[in-house]
């Protein structure tokens, strides 16, 4: 049943409606990813086929493995060089304003997300998506940092702030526009444990579809399913436990050859 509301159903260009439907998950088809470097083109993600429908996904994957590069794609951020990016089955390539819209993205360092002076402004600018005036955006703001326990930092310098803080400032303003699906990418690297905690326990709380990029694996045994990706290549997803035992077992190891993989566990 597609599922509609103001966010959810908007217009394109050609004034056609967007339905998104979040039953349809968040789907690659043959999806490859090039860069350019000094030495040339290089393949960062290969042929990636995938379905993600469970509420929390978890993506392991060594350091360079093109986690971020994967999560980028569901918001048209990571642009594809071959294949297809269907969030909640609207095609990302075609209607990247829109996805954008309900795909959001919180940055590892939440230095590189926060742009304006001040926590209030940040979320205000957040909310300007939305059709608020700006008396009613900036009393938005300031009950959205309140819900967050951040009301005694809402006037404060972001740089006045600590990490976990702005973490949660950042969060909040990717929030305050209600996505219905939320890309996180190495949310816990900068906390230190008890903000970690608490950032679990707050993302155990929203509806949103997430996907999470995380060297954690204590978050990640909080999520639903997980998967691998390994030198730009998806090589195992299955269920949260399982594929973190797996993963232990390659770092430990060593990671399989690629034709072990294909008799193992693709
Ligand atoms: N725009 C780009 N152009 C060329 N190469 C890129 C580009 N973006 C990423 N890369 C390279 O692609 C590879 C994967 O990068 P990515 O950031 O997706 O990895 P990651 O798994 O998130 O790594 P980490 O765990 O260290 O954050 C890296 O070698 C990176 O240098």
Do not use: W
């Not at 950032?199 to 949103?208: G, I, K, N, S, V």
């Amino acid at each position: 049943m597609p599922f509609f509301n103001r966010r959810t159903l908007s217009t394109n260009t050609t004034s056609r409606p967007v339905v998104f439907s979040p039953a349809a998950g968040l789907e690659l088809q043959n999806v490859s990813v090039t860069g350019e470097t000094p030495e040339g083109t290089s393949t960062i993600l290969h042929e990636i086929t995938v379905s993600l429908r469970q509420p929390k996904t978890a993506v392991l994957g060594l350091n360079g493995s093109g986690k971020s590069t994967f999560l980028k794609l569901f918001n048209g951020l990571t642009h594809c060089s071959a294949g297809t990016v269907n969030v909640h089955g609207v095609n990302v390539q075609e209607h990247t304003p829109d996805v954008r819209r309900t795909a959001g993205l919180l940055f590892s360092d939440p230095q590189a997300q926060l742009i304006m002076p001040t926590p209030t402004e940040d979320v205000e600018l957040s909310l300007q998506r939305l059709n608020l005036n700006s008396a009613r955006r900036r009393q938005r703001a300031l009950e959205l940092l309140t819900q967050r326990g951040l009301e005694h930092r809402a006037h404060h310098s972001i740089y006045q702030l600590s990490g976990g803080e702005r973490q949660l400032v950042a969060l909040t303003a990717v929030l305050a526009v209600e996505p219905t699906v939320l890309l996180l990418d190495e949310p816990t690297t900068l906390l230190d444990l008890r903000n970690a905690l608490r950032l679990m326990e707050l993302l155990e709380q929203l509806p949103q579809q997430m996907v999470i990029s995380t060297h954690d694996l204590e978050l990640a045994a909080r999520c639903d399913e997980a998967i691998i990706i390994h030198e730009g290549k998806l090589i195992d997803q299955g269920p949260a436990p399982d594929i973190i035992d797996i993963y232990r077992d390659y770092c430990a190891q060593g990671f399989p050859a690629e034709d072990e993989r294909r008799g193992g566990h693709e």
